[in-house]
């Protein structure tokens, strides 16, 4: 190992060892970062509740599920979604005595949306179903 002790010529050094300032500063800062306090920023947001399906939508004998030729689901005659309709269903299985589902498709409608709609049925384990309207179908 070297060391300096000044110049060969004996005159001192005249920079300043900065390794103790650094090294303190270092600390100071680990130091300040330690009590800083952790930053709360709360932004608030009404998020939307899950609510149950309405019992007033769900007829206790028998319930009408069509599909237009566009592909909307209808249920009593008023439009839902598939989440819906799911909902719908479950509530109907879950009545004693289960109402009646009657499905009427449009004769235009694209068959995946029926499939679908079927699937969603048949996923719901509805026991009392029938389909409605199908002397339409016999000119296809």
């Not at 060969?8 to 920079?15: A, K, L, S």
């Not at 599920?65 to 909307?72: E, N």
């Not at 719908?88 to 995946?112: A, G, I």
């Amino acid at each position: 190992m070297a060391m300096s002790g000044g110049r060969d010529d004996g005159e001192p050094m005249m920079e300043m060892n900065t390794t103790p300032l650094i090294d303190v500063m270092l600390v100071l800062l680990i130091m300040f970062i330690i009590t800083i306090p952790p930053q709360t920023h709360a932004v608030k947001i009404d998020l939307p509740q899950n609510t149950p399906p309405q019992n007033n939508a769900i007829d206790p004998v028998k319930n009408k599920l069509g599909i237009d030729a566009a592909g909307t689901i209808y249920w009593n005659g008023a439009p839902i979604d598939r989440l819906t309709l799911r909902q719908y269903l479950e509530s109907t299985t879950k009545m004693n005595p289960e109402p009646e589902l009657q499905f009427e498709p449009d004769p235009q409608t694209r068959y995946v949306v029926v499939d679908d709609v079927l699937a969603i049925i048949k996923r719901s384990k509805v026991t009392k179903m029938g389909f409605i309207g199908n002397e339409r179908y016999g000119n296809f």
